[in-house]
Every structure is written in structure tokens, then in C-alpha cells.
């Protein structure tokens, strides 16, 4: 009979090769864990993975359209904060024009005051800017909309007291100042200026000298507005694309301007109060143009938010549905899992107790 001798060397290198591999099943049966998915797709999945790897693109298509998105509803919502401004603004000059006959009627310097206030604060609004963008330039992100009537040099200031100045000169006989204007020339003048400000009667030079003779321009988009006609526009959907934006080129924007100009200019002591009365009559009518065109312009950004919302929602059903489904395709039991990662260490622990336990058998603990 004949005994084979066992090295104790390579019985605790046979547990430290178990060891390595119960450690490396642990850290990755750990890491299923902690993300709820295979470790390795491409061995766990094999042919499969192609499939996944196209869900999870569409998932990140998904979810870019979703951020692009949230960006569409912050221009969309501060743009109608702006509007509504300029909508309370416009609002502001009406009630002083028309005021409350039960009260005593306010005098005419503060009805010029409340006027200027209300334009300065509707051209505030129409700058209103948003991550260094301004909201109401449609396109012309990187451009001021809207000139400030009351800064020095203004160029809407300086073009509107030359279309004035030109007319009071065409008269006959010509007119040297606003209180020498008859009651229809003034209304002869807020007629043209209507014209001038719509758009529907193009300025030329002269009286204009900044533009070359014979040109023909749009009044307010060559000299209050420098925003573009054209919107933004942003893909919410794979297959909508809205815009996103509106600019200072409506014709609310454009009344609202126009009346409180006039307004200002003619609402003075020294214009004659029949005049005074038919400015305020009509300046009345202008600005609920005004209103009415500022508040078509913010049902037409609350349609677009209306659409925004509802393709987030369609996205994000979309999202769930495809993530469901990867979930069943890469997603491993937990329960499962943590049992196994269970028994590993476990194993481990016996591992190095056996190990621990050999390093100490010496024959001159026998001797």
C-alpha cells in the first residue's frame, strides 16, 4: 500500500484561486445591484444586444427631445409673462384715457405720466431676455427688439417728429407748431400715422434723410423694431415642429407704440381741447386695437405651449413604455442576485478561515 503526500502549498493556493474568482463574481453580481442590469450585456445577452443597443437610442432620442423641450416651455412661458405685461400696460393707458366718472377726472400731466410709465414698461417687457437670449426678436436672439422712445438719440422718437414736421410743412398754409393743427388735421395725421405704424404706407426720404432717396421702408421695423418677422422653431416631437417664439413686429406691439406716441404728443396744454378730446377718443379706440392684438398674440404662444405639453406627455409615455421593455431584456432579479451575492461571501469567509488555518499546520507543532 502506497500514500500519495498532499502539499498544504497547494492546498492554500487551490483556496486562494477560489477566493479570486468568489471576489470577482462578487464585485460583479454587486454592481448588477446597484444599476439593476446585467453587468455584461454583450455575454448575457449574446445576438440580443443589437436590439438593446437600439432601444436604449431610442430612449436618448427620447429624452433629448424631452430637455429641447424644457427649453421650448421657459421661451414660450416668459414670453407670455412679457406679453401679458405689455397687455396690463396697454390696459394702464386705457383706464386713464377713459377714467371712472364716478371719480374726479384726472388731470392731463398725469395722464401723460401714466402714458409715459405704461411705454416704458411695455418696452421693457418687449427686452425681456432669458439666457442671454431676447424673446421677442424671433430669430434675432442676439438683438434688442425694441428701441427706447425716451433714450437720447432715439431713431422711433427722431423718425416720428420727422413724418410730424413733414406734415405740419405740407399743409396750406404750412403749421409751425401742434397748437396751430385744426381739430381734422390732427385727425388727418393719426390716420397716416395709423397707416405708417401698420405697415400699409410705406416711409421714404425725404422726410427721412437716414434712408436713401426713393427707398421705400416699413416705418416701424426700420426704426422701433429690430426684431425679425420670423419665429423660432423647435422639433417637440419627431414629427412637429412648432415655433417657439414671437416677436415685437405684431399689431398690438405696433398700436401700442403708435398710441401712446400720439397720445404724448397731443395731450398738451396748449393744444386745444377739442383736439385734445378727439385724440383721446381715438387714441381709445387705438389702444383696444392694441389689447386685442397683444392678446391673439398670447393665445397663439399658449397654443404652442398647449402643443409642447402635450408631445412631453407623448414622449414621455413613449419613454416609459420602451424602458419597460429594456427592463424585462437587461434588467436581473434582485432577490435572486443578492442571494447569490450572499452565498459568495459566505464562501469567501470559509475560504480565507480554511486558509488561515492551513498557513498554521507546521510539523514542529508535532515535534
Do not use: C
Not at 442590469?37 to 438593446?52: E, I, P, V, W
Amino acid at each position: 500500500m502506497k500514500t500519495s503526500s498532499i502539499s498544504s502549498l497547494a492546498m492554500q493556493n487551490s483556496m486562494r484561486s477560489t477566493i479570486l474568482k468568489a471576489q470577482l463574481e462578487t464585485t460583479k453580481l454587486t454592481t448588477e445591484l446597484n444599476t439593476g442590469k446585467h453587468a455584461d450585456m454583450g455575454l448575457t445577452l449574446g445576438a440580443g444586444t443589437a436590439r438593446n443597443l437600439d432601444l436604449n437610442r431610442d430612449v436618448d432620442r427620447l429624452q433629448s427631445n424631452i430637455t429641447t423641450n424644457s427649453i421650448a416651455t421657459q421661451r414660450l412661458e416668459s414670453s407670455q409673462t412679457a406679453l401679458n405685461g405689455m397687455a396690463g400696460a396697454a390696459q394702464e393707458i386705457l383706464d386713464v384715457l377713459v377714467p371712472n366718472t364716478s371719480s374726479e377726472p384726472p388731470t392731463l400731466s398725469t395722464v401723460v405720466d401714466t402714458i409715459s410709465s405704461a411705454f416704458n414698461n411695455f418696452t421693457s417687457f418687449a427686452n425681456t431676455s432669458t439666457n442671454g437670449e431676447y424673446l421677442l426678436s424671433g430669430i434675432n436672439t442676439d438683438v434688442k427688439p425694441v428701441d427706447d422712445y425716451f433714450a437720447d438719440g432715439s431713431p422711433l422718437k427722431a423718425a416720428y417728429n420727422a413724418e410730424l414736421n413733414h406734415f405740419m410743412a405740407s399743409q396750406t398754409p404750412p403749421v409751425g407748431n401742434i397748437a396751430s393743427l385744426s381739430k381734422d388735421q390732427v385727425n388727418d395725421f393719426m390716420t397716416h400715422m395709423e397707416g405708417v405704424f401698420n405697415g400699409t404706407t410705406t416711409v421714404t426720404n425725404p422726410p427721412h434723410s437716414s434712408l436713401t432717396a426713393g427707398q421705400n421702408v416699413d416705418f416701424w421695423t426700420t426704426f422701433g423694431s429690430m426684431a425679425s418677422d420670423t419665429n423660432m422653431t423647435s422639433r417637440i416631437s419627431q414629427n412637429e415642429v412648432i415655433e417657439t417664439s414671437t416677436n415685437s413686429n405684431s399689431q398690438g406691439m405696433r398700436y401700442f407704440a403708435m398710441t401712446a406716441i400720439t397720445a404724448m404728443t397731443f395731450l398738451d396744454d396748449n393744444v386745444p381741447s377739442d383736439v385734445r378730446e378727439m385724440v383721446a377718443t381715438k387714441s381709445v379706440e387705438n389702444i383696444s386695437t392694441a389689447i386685442s392684438g397683444l392678446n391673439q398674440q398670447q393665445g397663439q404662444v399658449g397654443l404652442s405651449q398647449s402643443r409642447v405639453s402635450k408631445a412631453n406627455d407623448s414622449l414621455a409615455a413613449q419613454k416609459k413604455i420602451i424602458e419597460t421593455h429594456l427592463l424585462n431584456i437587461e434588467g436581473v432579479d434582485y432577490y435572486e442576485t443578492k442571494t447569490r451575492v450572499d452565498l459568495l461571501q459566505q464562501q469567501i469567509e470559509i475560504a480565507y478561515s480554511l486558509t488561515a488555518r492551513l498557513q498554521q499546520m507546521s510539523l514542529l507543532n508535532y515535534l
